[in-house]
């Protein structure tokens, strides 16, 4: 069966939503009232369904907690039930090997845009250096430290500027190649207006199409991770400082 992705907001704790989806209590009151099981790392889980209107039994769903990181990440796989849900999984994006993240930023889309897309802009939150020009196809690239003195350089190509709402780029790829799935990242800003601000969502895909061995993959995404965890931070108060500028 190929991957199923929902990605669901709620006005909620994550300590809440975590219970929600990882106990038999949480998962009685919105999936199957009639659950029951453990609430640790390997413990089964019995989900059963009954029919409201005839009481008629539906069928029974079995399935193992394999992952649970209160506050992070819960993890079934489902044992036994029917013959198609048997061996599936939950994945969440850390398994699926996609980065996603979104942030308020106090700014209108119009200047979001150009804080993600300009490269005068890119380099004050988030590379040292960024030469580039914001048009579908161009390649440019970007670099970590000063390249003189050892810093990382990295090669990238627009894919995709629809101001005020899209700007996506593919990066990482060797200098001279086509940038594709399989030799790049992509990266995708997506813009909303929000509340007199922007919602900004955060996508980068492509780790498990690059043919790494599991370990290299492993120490990229987590390098990916942290790195975004800590660019992002600067980009809300860098938006809003060229607000203030203006």
């Excluded at 048009?135 to 810093?151: L, Y």
């Excluded at 200098?175 to 990266?187: I, M, R, Y």
Aim: hydrophobic content about 40%; glycine content about 10%.
């Amino acid at each position: 069966m190929p991957n199923i992705l929902h990605r669901i907001g709620a006005k909620a704790p994550i300590e809440s939503v975590c219970q929600a989806v990882a106990t038999p209590e949480g998962i009685s009151a919105w999936w199957s009232e009639q659950t029951t099981g453990g609430t640790r790392t390997g413990d089964r889980l019995s989900s059963t369904f009954i029919d409201p209107d005839t009481g008629e039994h539906l069928g029974t769903i079995e399935y193992v907690l394999e992952q649970l990181e209160p506050g992070k990440r819960v993890g079934w796989r489902t044992i036994s039930g029917p013959e198609e849900r048997v061996g599936m999984k939950n994945l969440d994006s850390a398994e699926l090997r996609t980065i996603e993240r979104e942030l308020f930023i106090d700014a209108s889309p119009e200047t979001v845009f150009d804080v993600v897309s300009q490269p005068e802009h890119v380099a004050q939150w988030w590379p040292d250096l960024a030469s580039y020009d914001v048009e579908v196809g161009a390649s440019g690239e970007i670099a970590f430290g000063a390249p003189a003195d050892g810093g990382r350089v990295f090669n990238l190509t627009v894919m995709d500027v629809d101001p005020p709402r899209t700007f996506s780029f593919r990066w990482t790829h060797e200098a001279g190649q086509e940038a594709v799935l399989g030799n790049s990242l992509f990266v995708t800003f997506a813009l909303l207006p929000s509340g007199g601000g922007t919602l900004l969502r955060l996508s980068e895909t492509g780790f498990r199409e690059m043919g790494w061995d599991a370990a290299t993959l492993e120490t990229h995404f987590d390098e990916h991770v942290d790195g975004w965890n800590t660019f992002l931070a600067r980009l809300a108060p860098y938006a809003e400082r060229v607000v203030s500028s203006r």
